[in-house]
């Protein structure tokens, strides 16, 4: 089966309130002015979520919440657009997707800061693509050093939860 979508893209939208369908596989909620992200727990079958802005629409999102470990099927997430501004803070929320491979944060204030994808790899391991671009080995090798290297001077406590992250 081609599975169950939706499309409430170019609404004015501000929440996914109500949108947790357990057997939805695509969501689009692009041009939206979607500011906070619940139910979405309740996607476990949930493979793709677009909630990018639109040329002169940003995505209003700002805060990374209401992502969960049940989410076991989301592989695809684009934000491209958003007012995500903490590499720091709300990249690691993301931390919880098993499966997530691809991630658009082009044109969002997290996309300008230095070291923006050694950092998002660095945090998303499983992670292949970032913006379209798929991770070269010496990105993945150079988001290691970077690791080992906080690792010794003792900034790991909060940003990695999972600590081992590169020693497997």
């Known amino acids: 089966s081609?599975?169950?979508n939706?499309?409430?893209g170019g609404n004015q939208l501000t929440s996914t309130a109500g949108l947790g369908l357990p057997k939805l596989q695509r969501l689009y909620l692009g041009e939206n002015q979607i500011t906070e992200l619940v139910d979405l727990d309740k996607c476990v079958a949930l493979k793709i979520l677009h909630l990018?802005?639109?040329?002169?629409?940003?995505?209003?999102?700002?805060?990374?919440?209401g992502f969960s470990k049940n989410?076991?099927?989301l592989q695809y997430l684009n934000l491209r657009g958003s007012k995500v501004a903490s590499l720091k803070t709300e990249i690691k929320k993301l931390?919880?997707?098993?499966?997530?491979?691809?991630?658009?944060?082009k044109d969002s204030p997290v996309a300008k800061e230095e070291e923006y994808?050694?950092?998002?790899?660095?945090?998303?391991?499983?992670?292949?693509?970032?913006?379209?671009?798929?991770?070269t080995d010496e990105e993945r090798q150079e988001a290691q050093e970077l690791y080992r290297q906080r690792e010794e001077e003792g900034k790991l406590s909060e940003s990695n939860p999972?600590?081992?992250m590169f020693l497997d």
Not at 52 to 65: A, C
Request: with cysteine.
């Open 2 to 4: 081609s599975g169950i």
């Open 6 to 8: 939706a499309e409430y």
């Open 52 to 65: 990018r802005g639109n040329g002169e629409t940003t995505n209003p999102i700002e805060k990374l919440d």
């Open 71 to 73: 989410m076991i099927a």
């Open 95 to 105: 931390n919880c997707l098993p499966m997530l491979r691809g991630l658009i944060l």
């Open 117 to 135: 994808r050694i950092e998002i790899i660095m945090n998303l391991r499983n992670l292949e693509r970032l913006d379209k671009d798929i991770f």
């Open 162 to 164: 999972e600590g081992a």
